[in-house]
């Protein structure tokens, strides 16, 4: 099972956050290695998806004050989860080799 | 504009499952949103779970056996019973006179149509509420859609079957309240705002 490129990012959002990976934690972490807007609803939309297909496992957190006293959405990657991640970083890689994506002088 | 933002983006919330509405709000309160940004956020988000619930067959089955027919039965049926309604109303209200209960014959089709009315009443606005107990049930979470379309239904087909005013009928129909204010009070009073009712009892269980 090959996972979707929104995935991954999350996936790999959630590992390098560790204990600190929650809903809005990831987000910034997404939009801040992509440099594009992460909806809350693509987020939490594709959260619940690979928590279906036992990617990944959330938990509601305690409330914090600088939440206004509310729960966050934490989360955890499964070991099968990062079996999924590592898979598909390999695919890239694999497909990649011999590739320059970096714009040669003279070429448009 | 920011406070507006931010009170309809809470509205729209809403719509998402207690936890959940915690949590994103909890998210953009910690990102110091701005009321554009939390609406937009909040939107996007109950627009993809509404789409999600539409990817399962229950909603179709219980927008196309239940929501749709029952509103244009219930909006239909009421069309012809306001337009009936009207017609006595204006004539024991508008044109009261005592001998309507002096006189025996009278007082009898008084008591006839009382009775009649009040059972129209009864039927309509317990079947209205148990129509949208039924579809707010069948449809579980994409009953705000479910229900918004019921409710155009209704509208539309009481509309639509509104019959056209008989010449010996037009007298009534000549009276504001009976030609423009009726129809829609008689629609929301005995099938809206019922079967809304229906469907917040059903949520509530």
Known sequence: MLLGEFEYLMLTAAARLGDEAYGAAIKAEIEEATRTRCSTGALYTTLDRLEEKGLLRTWMGDPTPERGGRPKRMVRVTAKGARAAADFYRAVARVSRGVSWVPRRGTS | MNRVCWRLADLASQLLERDERD???????????????????????????????????????????????????????????????????????????????????????????????????????????????????????????????????????????????????????AVTFYRVVLPPLAATMLILIPSIWGMRSAFRL
């Open chain 2, 23 to 173: 949590v994103v709000c909890g998210d953009l309160s910690e990102a110091r949103a701005t009321g554009p940004q939390a609406l937009r956020e909040v939107v996007g988000l109950v627009w993809r779970r509404q789409l999600l619930l539409w990817t399962e067959w229950r909603p179709w089955v219980a927008l196309a056996t239940l929501g749709v027919p029952l509103g244009l039965l219930l909006g239909a049926t009421a069309a012809v019973w306001t337009y009936t309604d009207a017609i006595y109303a204006w004539l024991y209200v508008d044109n009261w006179t005592w001998a309507y209960i002096q006189s025996p014959g009278s007082r009898l089709e008084l008591e006839r149509h009382v009775v009649s009315f009040a059972f129209r009443v009864a039927a309509l606005t317990s079947a209205s509420w148990a129509s949208g107990f039924v579809i707010a049930i069948f449809s579980r979470h994409a009953f705000w859609v479910t229900g918004g379309l019921f409710c155009l239904a209704v509208l539309g087909a009481f509309a639509v079957t509104m019959p056209t005013v008989a010449e010996q009928h037009a007298a009534v129909f």
